[in-house]
């Protein structure tokens, strides 16, 4: 076989068409539709490399089906014997592949993602920045220019999850308080987590990185259209894993000025609900809320929690698990007798604020309010048969809190 | 046949009962051994699967806590690849190796039967954990993926320090036995049996052994330094005490990635030779698979940080990795490239071994051919962590490793045995397999494209209908794998045709000059090596 000249040209033509149709074409094959130039770059790389080896699968496959229907021995083949190429020019024909899988890699596909790598990692000239940490199992979002920090968590109900109450349209895709993010405009995003490895991905936006104890990772966004974009923790993080989404809605610029107004406004309103005296029914109804969006993932909307693992909320429960957890519930007053029991008001605002370090129950006070925490906890007293009457306020946690986590003002 | 003539009414004194099993330093006794583990541990892994695509059938927890499911996927995970691939293939190349190359046995046959029995333990240190929780004992097992990314596996129960332990057991099993393969094929060779005859199989075995040998003492020293991290308050992977979490990523997949290539290749050592078998030619292209099993080898220990490209390396690292990892699509398209050489213009014929290669071929190619796309590190980061990622390696794994497993078992089962399997149950088998295979893996590829994240036990509602139809493949997947086990079953129990010593009308290697099955010692004094 020779290299004919019109040969030449029609592979040139067809890498060419390969370029421009795939930076327009739309196969089902493919991404959410990408919102920033570098899902965008993605998404084209994504495109040109499914068209490639789409490509190279077909020509193998059409040599292996014509190999298989002729070389058979129901249709008389005779076996040929050689064991290599026999001559000088197979030798050289059998490069062939060989060298164009090589072009493929190194210059086809190797050049756009070499400008995309240098392209993620460029984060200068930013407008805005939000400090963004994961923790089990759930986001914190902070905007340092404006004073606004809050946690964001799922908001599915979980008699959607475990039970057959019908499903809402965004499933497990919700969140109480989205991340909100001006469009075009460039974003970095500092990620950090509070214990465990996290990642990062909204599909629409292309980026995934690992947020990742003890490091400081950055990454940068443009959105490009408003709307609403939802993503989810990409790496095994825990029982919560499949539990805590990301959910940004992205809004022009006018529309961002007015949401930080109204988060001020919140804040504001979250301050005076802690310095409110609340009824108990009051704290009950808002505790429940808090209580199944909170802890009713490890605890269980029962209150029963999971045996070994996760100590039940109703007193008088048996529960086992490693002597060390056993020990910390003991000192703390909750455990005795192989049987979960009400220890004291003081010990409870301790556990629900800081954790117990070495066991899955993580520090809340970082991530819920006073009234939050005062009304869980009044709720916790009261439900599962804990008919205790206790009555916690929002000014007992005010001053139980360490001054760190203070609710900012 | 002369060669049995020789030897005729040597060796038939195999010892009977449990003790011949529990003492044997016979090579063909503990590499049946091997094997019967390797496909128990097939099946407990399976159901492990089935449980996981049940619990996935729809968008509801309905049969397990997601806590248990992380632990399900976990133990699936390390059972397929420790418990069932590698003993499978350490199997194989127990009972073949000394056959091929004409030796009298392993080198160092109590070593042998040592590593073996290390592995029961280990699969029983990984189980035992959901044991103890039934009578209320610890939290289960590990509940942090096979790849016990710290700090998780750190803050995890008690069952990662079963995990731990089954690891060591593990890494020490998997080293003596490679040591063995080495000291066997370098030193006890037939006379006349050079270098450059050895079987394929024999070759990708000698590289597999030392890669292990490589790359194992990195996951153990990581597992040592994970346990000491959990109970002697040392901070080598926790931030909060100034460690680093990414460490462990680097030490895992230093060993992670190269233990794919461990499963990889002495399945594509087995490969060429079933082709030349059934296409009745020479195997094409010896040496450039020889020199490809060597750069397979050699790069795979220098680009595991394409697991690691969403970590946040440097740009110059993400690069690195990337042009180093696409490097290894050259010798692997040398080795699909021989593959077709070797049955181009060759005179086939489709008994259930060539059937199984084929597929091997067709399925794990779109498997390598995503990985093309993976090597990608700007793109990927739309594919970490996704069901992308998930069905790319079970095209590579169940497509190519266990599609090859398979293929050797009824290539090999006549000689093992002296029985012929059924023909017609492994035809079934083949195409139940490959048609559920796809059904199954196929709509993860677009299930990650839109953005599902993998190791979640539930999910939103866009992607019910490809989970769906991902779980009814799975459950067809799972069953047909009956058909094989009934007909390794039937086939042992001897009620099959006789099988001829060469059993194939293309078969070449020593292993086919002796008889089906072959006496229990073979080669006492060495063949003649044309």
Same mark, same amino acid.
């Given at each position: 076989?020779?290299?004919?000249?019109?040969?030449?040209?029609?592979?040139?033509?067809?890498?060419?068409?390969?370029?421009?149709?795939?930076?327009?074409?739309?196969?089902?094959?493919?991404?959410?539709?990408?919102?920033?130039?570098?899902?965008?770059?993605?998404?084209?790389?994504?495109?040109?490399?499914?068209? +490639?080896?789409?490509?190279?699968?077909?020509?193998?496959?059409?040599?292996?089906?014509?190999?298989?229907?002729?070389?058979?021995?129901?249709?008389?083949?005779?076996?040929?014997?050689?064991? %290599?190429?026999?001559?000088?020019?197979?030798?050289?024909?059998?490069?062939?592949?060989?060298?164009?899988?090589?072009?493929?890699?190194?210059?086809?596909?190797?050049?756009?993602?070499?400008?995309?790598?240098? %392209?993620?990692? $460029?984060?200068?000239?930013?407008?805005?920045?939000?400090?963004?940490?994961?923790?089990?199992?759930?986001?914190?979002?902070?905007?340092?220019?404006?004073?606004?920090?809050?946690?964001?968590?799922?908001?599915?109900?979980?008699?959607?999850?475990?039970?057959?109450?019908?499903?809402?349209?965004?499933?497990?895709?919700?969140?109480?308080?989205?991340?909100?993010?001006?469009? $075009?405009?460039?974003?970095?995003?500092?990620?950090?987590?509070?214990?465990?490895?996290? =990642?990062?991905?909204?599909?629409?936006?292309?980026?995934?990185?690992?947020?990742?104890?003890?490091?400081?990772?950055?990454?940068?966004?443009?959105?490009?259209?408003?709307?609403?974009?939802?993503?989810?923790?990409?790496?095994?993080?825990?029982?919560?894993?499949?539990?805590?989404?990301?959910?940004?809605?992205?809004?022009?610029?006018?529309?961002?000025?007015?949401?930080?107004?109204?988060?001020?406004?919140?804040?504001? %309103?979250?301050?005076?609900?802690?310095?409110?005296?609340?009824?108990?029914?009051?704290?009950?109804?808002?505790?429940?809320?808090?209580?199944?969006?909170?802890?009713?993932?490890?605890?269980?909307?029962?209150?029963?929690? +999971?045996?070994?693992?996760?100590?039940?909320?109703?007193? =008088?429960?048996?529960?086992?698990?490693?002597?060390?957890?056993?020990?910390?519930?003991?000192?703390?007053?909750?455990?005795?007798? =192989?049987?979960?029991? =009400?220890?004291?008001?003081? $010990?409870? +605002?301790?556990?629900?604020?800081?954790?117990?370090?070495?066991?899955?129950?993580?520090?809340?006070?970082?991530?819920?309010?006073?009234?939050?925490?005062?009304?869980?906890?009044?709720?916790?007293?009261?439900?599962?048969? $804990?008919?205790?009457?206790?009555?916690?306020?929002?000014?007992?946690?005010?001053?139980?809190?360490?001054?760190?986590?203070?609710?900012?003002? | 046949?002369?060669?049995?003539?020789?030897?005729?009414?040597?060796?038939?004194?195999?010892?009977?009962?449990?003790?011949?099993?529990?003492?044997?330093?016979?090579?063909?006794?503990?590499?049946?051994?091997?094997?019967?583990?390797?496909?128990?541990?097939?099946?407990?892994?399976?159901?492990?699967?089935? &449980?996981?695509?049940?619990?996935?059938?729809?968008?509801?927890?309905?049969?397990?806590?997601?806590?248990?499911?992380?632990?399900?996927?976990?133990?699936?995970?390390?059972?397929?690849?420790?418990?069932?691939?590698?003993? &499978?293939?350490?199997?194989?190349?127990?009972?073949?190796? #000394?056959?091929?190359?004409?030796?009298?046995?392993?080198?160092?046959?109590?070593?042998?039967?040592?590593?073996?029995?290390?592995?029961? !333990?280990?699969?029983?240190?990984?189980?035992? !954990?959901?044991?103890?929780?039934?009578?209320?004992?610890?939290?289960?097992?590990?509940?942090?993926?096979?790849?016990?990314?710290?700090?998780?596996?750190?803050?995890?129960?008690?069952?990662?320090?079963?995990?731990?332990?089954?690891?060591?057991?593990?890494? &020490?099993?998997?080293?003596?036995?490679?040591?063995?393969?080495?000291?066997?094929?370098?030193?006890?060779?037939?006379?006349?049996?050079?270098?450059?005859?050895?079987?394929?199989?024999?070759?990708?075995?000698?590289?597999?052994?030392?890669?292990?040998?490589?790359?194992?003492?990195?996951?153990?020293?990581?597992?040592?330094?994970?346990?000491?991290?959990?109970?002697?308050?040392?901070?080598?992977?926790?931030?909060?005490?100034?460690?680093?979490?990414?460490?462990?990523?680097?030490?895992?997949?230093?060993?992670?990635? #190269?233990?794919?290539?461990?499963? /990889?290749?002495?399945?594509?050592?087995?490969?060429?030779?079933?082709?030349?078998?059934?296409?009745?030619?020479?195997?094409?292209?010896?040496?450039?698979?020889?020199?490809?099993?060597?750069?397979?080898?050699?790069?795979?220990?220098?680009?595991?940080?394409?697991?690691?490209?969403?970590?946040?390396?440097?740009?110059?690292?993400?690069?690195?990795?990337?042009?180093?990892?696409?490097?290894?699509?050259?010798?692997?398209?040398? &080795?699909?490239?021989?593959?077709?050489?070797?049955?181009?213009?060759?005179?086939?014929?489709?008994?259930? #071994?060539?059937?199984?290669?084929?597929?091997?071929?067709?399925?794990?190619?779109?498997?390598?051919?995503?990985?093309?796309?993976?090597?990608?590190?700007?793109?990927?980061?739309?594919?970490?962590?996704?069901?992308?990622?998930?069905?790319?390696?079970?095209?590579?794994?169940?497509?190519?490793?266990? /599609?090859?497993?398979?293929?050797?078992?009824?290539?090999?089962?006549?000689?093992?045995?002296?029985?012929?399997?059924?023909?017609?149950?492994?035809?079934?088998?083949?195409?139940?397999?490959?048609?559920?295979?796809?059904?199954?893996?196929?709509?993860?590829?677009?299930?990650?494209?839109?953005?599902?994240?993998?190791?979640?036990?539930?999910?939103?509602?866009?992607?019910?209908?490809?989970?769906?139809?991902?779980?009814?493949?799975?459950?067809?997947?799972?069953?047909?794998?009956?058909?094989?086990?009934?007909?390794?079953?039937?086939?042992?129990?001897?009620?099959?045709? #006789?099988?001829?010593?060469?059993?194939?009308?293309?078969?070449?290697?020593?292993?086919?000059?002796?008889?089906?099955?072959?006496?229990?010692?073979?080669?006492?004094?060495?063949?003649?090596?044309?």
């Amino acid at each position: 076989m020779r290299w004919s000249k019109p040969f030449v040209y029609a592979a040139g033509a067809a890498v060419g068409a390969l370029y421009a149709s795939t930076a327009q074409a739309k196969y089902f094959f493919n991404f959410q539709p990408p919102v920033t130039p570098i899902a965008q770059d993605f998404l084209f790389i994504h495109d040109l490399f499914l068209a +490639i080896i789409t490509a190279i699968f077909l020509l193998a496959f059409g040599v292996l089906l014509y190999s298989l229907y002729n070389h058979r021995k129901s249709r008389n083949a005779k076996p040929a014997t050689f064991s %290599a190429p026999t001559t000088r020019k197979l030798w050289i024909l059998s490069f062939i592949p060989i060298l164009s899988l090589m072009f493929i890699d190194y210059v086809v596909l190797g050049i756009p993602s070499f400008n995309s790598v240098l %392209a993620v990692t $460029n984060t200068s000239h930013h407008k805005l920045t939000v400090v963004v940490t994961a923790s089990q199992w759930k986001w914190h979002y902070a905007y340092p220019a404006y004073g606004i920090q809050y946690t964001s968590s799922l908001s599915t109900p979980t008699d959607q999850i475990y039970g057959d109450a019908r499903k809402d349209k965004h499933f497990l895709l919700e969140v109480d308080h989205p991340m909100v993010l001006p469009t $075009n405009e460039k974003v970095l995003i500092v990620l950090k987590s509070a214990d465990v490895i996290h =990642g990062f991905w909204v599909p629409a936006f292309g980026v995934k990185m690992d947020a990742i104890p003890g490091y400081i990772r950055k990454l940068w966004v443009n959105v490009e259209k408003p709307g609403v974009y939802r993503g989810q923790c990409s790496e095994l993080c825990g029982v919560g894993h499949g539990f805590m989404p990301i959910v940004v809605r992205a809004e022009s610029s006018a529309g961002f000025t007015k949401w930080v107004a109204s988060e001020r406004a919140r804040e504001a %309103a979250t301050q005076e609900a802690a310095e409110k005296t609340w009824s108990k029914a009051a704290l009950i109804d808002r505790g429940k809320q808090v209580f199944d969006k909170n802890c009713a993932a490890c605890h269980q909307p029962s209150g029963l929690g +999971i045996p070994g693992a996760f100590p039940p909320i109703a007193w =008088g429960h048996p529960f086992s698990a490693t002597p060390a957890m056993l020990a910390d519930l003991k000192a703390l007053g909750f455990f005795r007798d =192989g049987k979960i029991v =009400g220890g004291p008001v003081k $010990n409870h +605002i301790h556990i629900v604020l800081d954790g117990i370090p070495g066991t899955p129950m993580p520090a809340f006070a970082s991530q819920l309010g006073d009234a939050d925490i005062a009304s869980v906890i009044t709720f916790e007293r009261n439900a599962f048969g $804990n008919n205790s009457g206790d009555i916690v306020q929002p000014e007992q946690i005010t001053t139980a809190r360490p001054k760190s986590t203070k609710h900012p003002k | 046949m002369s060669v049995m003539d020789a030897h005729a009414g040597e060796g038939e004194h195999a010892p009977r009962g449990i003790t011949r099993w529990l003492y044997t330093t016979n090579h063909k006794d503990i590499g049946i051994l091997y094997m019967v583990f390797g496909i128990a541990m097939f099946l407990v892994g399976g159901l492990l699967a089935m &449980l996981i695509r049940a619990e996935l059938l729809t968008p509801t927890m309905r049969i397990m806590h997601p806590e248990l499911f992380n632990q399900v996927i976990s133990v699936h995970g390390l059972v397929m690849v420790f418990g069932a691939l590698m003993p &499978l293939t350490a199997g194989m190349a127990n009972y073949l190796i #000394p056959l091929m190359i004409g030796a009298p046995d392993m080198a160092l046959p109590r070593m042998n039967n040592w590593s073996f029995w290390l592995l029961p !333990p280990a699969a029983i240190l990984l189980v035992m !954990p959901w044991l103890l929780n039934l009578f209320g004992i610890g939290t289960g097992t590990l509940d942090t993926g096979w790849t016990m990314y710290a700090p998780l596996s750190i803050q995890s129960g008690p069952g990662m320090d079963f995990a731990i332990f089954a690891i060591f057991l593990l890494g &020490l099993s998997s080293t003596l036995f490679s040591i063995n393969v080495i000291v066997t094929v370098l030193n006890t060779r037939a006379p006349g049996m050079t270098m450059h005859k050895l079987p394929l199989f024999v070759w990708s075995w000698l590289w597999t052994a030392l890669l292990l040998i490589a790359v194992f003492p990195a996951l153990i020293a990581a597992s040592v330094m994970l346990l000491a991290d959990r109970h002697f308050g040392t901070h080598f992977f926790s931030a909060a005490g100034g460690g680093d979490p990414v460490l462990w990523v680097h030490m895992f997949w230093f060993f992670g990635h #190269p233990e794919v290539y461990i499963l /990889l290749l002495p399945t594509a050592g087995i490969l060429p030779q079933i082709l030349a078998t059934f296409a009745r030619k020479p195997i094409f292209g010896y040496n450039m698979q020889v020199y490809s099993f060597g750069a397979i080898s050699l790069l795979s220990v220098v680009v595991w940080a394409h697991h690691m490209y969403t970590s946040g390396l440097p740009a110059a690292a993400n690069l690195y990795f990337m042009f180093a990892t696409m490097a290894i699509s050259v010798p692997v398209s040398i &080795l699909f490239f021989c593959w077709f050489g070797t049955i181009w213009r060759g005179a086939m014929t489709f008994e259930t #071994p060539m059937l199984f290669s084929l597929g091997y071929i067709v399925l794990f190619g779109i498997g390598g051919l995503t990985g093309l796309i993976l090597s990608d590190a700007a793109a990927d980061q739309q594919y970490h962590g996704s069901y992308f990622v998930v069905a790319h390696f079970h095209y590579t794994l169940f497509g190519g490793p266990i /599609l090859g497993v398979i293929a050797a078992i009824y290539y090999y089962l006549p000689k093992l045995t002296g029985r012929m399997y059924s023909e017609k149950l492994g035809r079934w088998h083949f195409w139940l397999t490959v048609a559920a295979f796809n059904l199954t893996f196929f709509p993860q590829f677009l299930l990650g494209i839109d953005g599902m994240p993998r190791r979640i036990p539930d999910y939103a509602l866009k992607f019910a209908h490809l989970n769906m139809a991902s779980s009814i493949g799975a459950f067809f997947l799972g069953a047909s794998q009956l058909l094989f086990l009934y007909n390794i079953i039937r086939t042992a129990a001897g009620w099959g045709k #006789p099988a001829t010593g060469r059993v194939w009308e293309g078969a070449e290697g020593l292993e086919f000059t002796v008889s089906s099955p072959p006496p229990y010692h073979t080669f006492a004094s060495p063949p003649v090596i044309r």
